[in-house]
């Protein structure tokens, strides 16, 4: 059993280290012609973020008027309590007068108060005065009583009413908050790593006249032409025409750690991986050499590795570093500290943003932004992950 696992273990690794990934050639000429097309796609890129950007502050400002009727609303039931309060007393007091006023006028020691009082009177006009004093002050507080107890009803079924619609205006609260949560988490995954379009702009034709300054042939893939050209300038020096030592393996960047976000999630390049040791040493994935290195527009620090797996590039990024301890045209293996992890750039938290792709929007890297998405590989094919989000790895 021991040697048939072997045998699986390295025919695993040979198909993942050996087997060949897709790289579509490309001449210079189609290259410049993607430039030119390439122009377009960032600024409705960029028109989309600005979008969602105008959408998030509408939210927020929707937010803002809920949270301020609701706080209008908050008010009005205090007052209402108290009205309701105020009301409450006052038909106590009216109740207790008609029952003093009744006790008088009810029977008294054994006197019958109410026909004493009708019956004193001097003559028949002063009766009928009276009968009618006692009348009117029964009735008046009946209907004091009754106008208060109407009150009371009315200010409670209010009072249920202000609540039913502070109960509709935080739920559409959290509605709100869940779309703004959505939307910024689809401009996170546009801006992640995402440089701003003046300077796509700028290395898409640096790139462009980077292979053309290698003297690549108007129909010589540039793949294998940048290749060519490592082999015969490989003692250069110059950090992007390096050849890199062959891949021998892949390996975690952490020595511990969990994957926070998943490849391709909401449209997410990379995936993002965590520790509760937030600058934890972060390693290559691979033995290659460093192809660049550099703040992004939001402030990250970014690393990028060029790896030779078979005879083809790839490309490995790690981006929100805190620090980084290595230089532009250095031979890394997988056992170099080449930075810690950070919350660098536009991030909310510490972690490291793992991309590998088979090319590069920096110079020399062969292509435009838009293709780079594009060649974006799942890290699970190269790299082994737990399965699940937040389940630990203990070795590399």
């Not at 300038?233 to 750690?257: D, I, K």
Request: with cysteine; charged share 20%.
């Amino acid at each position: 059993m021991k040697k048939i696992k072997i045998l699986f273990s390295g025919i695993f690794v040979f198909v993942v280290l050996f087997s060949p990934f897709t790289v579509q050639a490309k001449t210079i000429s189609e290259f410049e012609a993607e430039v030119e097309q390439f122009t377009q796609d960032l600024e409705d890129k960029q028109n989309q973020i600005d979008l969602n950007d105008q959408e998030v502050a509408q939210i927020q400002a929707n937010i803002e008027n809920i949270q301020s009727q609701i706080s209008s609303l908050e008010n009005e039931m205090a007052v209402l309590e108290d009205e309701i309060a105020a009301s409450n007393q006052e038909i106590e007091q009216k109740s207790q007068q008609s029952k003093e006023l009744f006790q008088y006028l009810q029977i008294s020691e054994g006197e019958n108060a109410y026909m004493e009082y009708i019956f004193g009177a001097t003559d028949i006009t002063d009766m009928v005065y009276r009968m009618a004093i006692v009348e009117q002050l029964t009735e008046y507080n009946n209907q004091v009583m009754e106008e208060l107890t109407q009150l009371v009803e009315q200010n409670k079924a209010k009072k249920e009413e202000l609540n039913q619609k502070q109960g509709e205006l935080e739920t559409l609260t959290t509605e709100l908050e869940n779309e703004q949560a959505k939307i910024n988490a689809e401009s996170q995954a546009i801006r992640e790593a995402m440089p701003a379009v003046e300077e796509q702009l700028k290395e898409a034709k640096a790139n462009l006249e980077y292979y053309q300054g290698l003297g690549c042939g108007a129909n010589e893939d540039i793949y294998a032409c940048q290749v060519r050209y490592d082999r015969e300038h490989a003692s250069s020096g110059n950090g992007s025409t390096v050849l890199p030592p062959s891949v021998s393996g892949f390996y975690r960047p952490m020595q511990s750690g969990y994957v926070t976000q998943n490849w391709m999630n909401a449209g997410h390049l990379g995936m993002d991986l965590s520790n509760t040791d937030k600058t934890i040493e972060i390693y290559p994935i691979a033995t290659g050499v460093v192809f660049k290195k550099y703040y992004d527009s939001a402030g990250a620090l970014v690393l990028k590795i060029r790896h030779n797996v078979n005879g083809t590039y790839l490309y490995s990024t790690y981006a929100h570093l805190s620090a980084w301890y290595v230089n532009e045209g250095d031979i890394v293996t997988p056992n170099t500290v080449i930075g810690r992890m950070g919350n660098t750039g536009y991030s909310f938290g510490a972690h490291l943003h793992l991309e590998i792709t088979t090319c590069d929007w920096n110079r020399g890297g062969g292509c435009t932004w838009a293709e780079y998405q594009e060649s974006t590989i799942n890290p699970r094919q190269y790299v082994s992950f737990p399965s699940a989000l937040r389940v630990w790895w203990y070795d590399r």
